[in-house]
């Protein structure tokens, strides 16, 4: 069946469309890195935790990006999104984790000291409305190959009650009450076992959602969330 597929629909990098992969070696080498910053005030922080300044009893305890949102990258999550490409998903935890293993960030080494135990990915949820029209919810499919290949838990630990505006067009505050209390815990949520917790998300923007959710988590027992997203 893969077979066929790849004959009718052959893959293409999202970067330079050279057949056979979805992303070739030189434009995975041009996804544009950066220094991480404080989930909180967006300053420049090492590792990407957040400054202890910046600290908040329910807030992010760091927020780790694989690279900048613009060229392959911003490419690769828009034909995951809005194009439907769902194997683009491995291919990008791929360079994830490849990442992850040539540069050990500091999130990593936290969860290696625990030998994972204590760890669980949970994703960025969609409304049903939204996600009956996608057919998919790319953040789920993120953390679902990514806890497989860390060896951590993953659980839709979190659910959205109301709808909502798209974010793409909205600004700073708008973000903030467009998604205020829009979310619940979801009653299957191990936090008991696993109280720390991998936040993912395709893209941090603003952060809003991603601290609304971490804010959720964490009023229900979470000790430490951490942000995960391909892009800023």
């Known amino acids: 069946m893969n077979l066929i597929l790849d004959f009718l629909f052959p893959k293409r990098c999202v970067g330079c469309k050279k057949l056979d992969t979805y992303f070739c070696q030189d434009c995975i080498s041009n996804i ?12 420049l922080a090492v590792g990407g935790q957040t400054h202890p300044i910046c600290k908040r009893r329910y807030g992010l305890d760091g927020l780790w990006s694989l690279g900048i949102y613009q060229g392959s990258l911003r490419e690769a999550i828009k034909q995951l999104k809005y194009g ?18 040539k540069y050990q960030p500091f999130v990593l080494d936290q969860i290696k000291k625990d030998q994972g135990a204590g760890w669980a990915i949970i994703p960025i949820p969609l409304h049903w409305w939204r996600g009956n029209d996608r057919g998919f919810n790319q953040s789920s499919l993120i953390g679902q190959i990514l806890s497989k290949k860390l060896g951590l838990d993953y659980c839709d630990g979190l659910k959205r009650i109301r709808y909502t505006k798209s974010q793409v067009k909205l600004k700073g505050q ?30 941090w923007t603003t952060g809003s959602t991603l601290r609304e959710c971490c804010y959720i988590l964490k009023r229900h027992g979470a000790k430490k969330v951490w942000a995960v997203t391909l892009a800023r």
């Open 32 to 43: 544009l890195q950066t220094d991480l910053v404080c989930p909180r005030c967006e300053k």
């Open 84 to 101: 439907r490409v769902r194997g683009l998903t491995e291919a990008l935890v791929d360079i994830l984790i490849e990442y992850w293993v």
């Open 174 to 203: 708008q973000r903030k009450q467009n998604i205020f209390n829009a979310f619940a815990i979801s009653p299957n949520i191990p936090i008991s076992k696993s109280p720390n917790i991998l936040l993912i998300d395709d893209v």
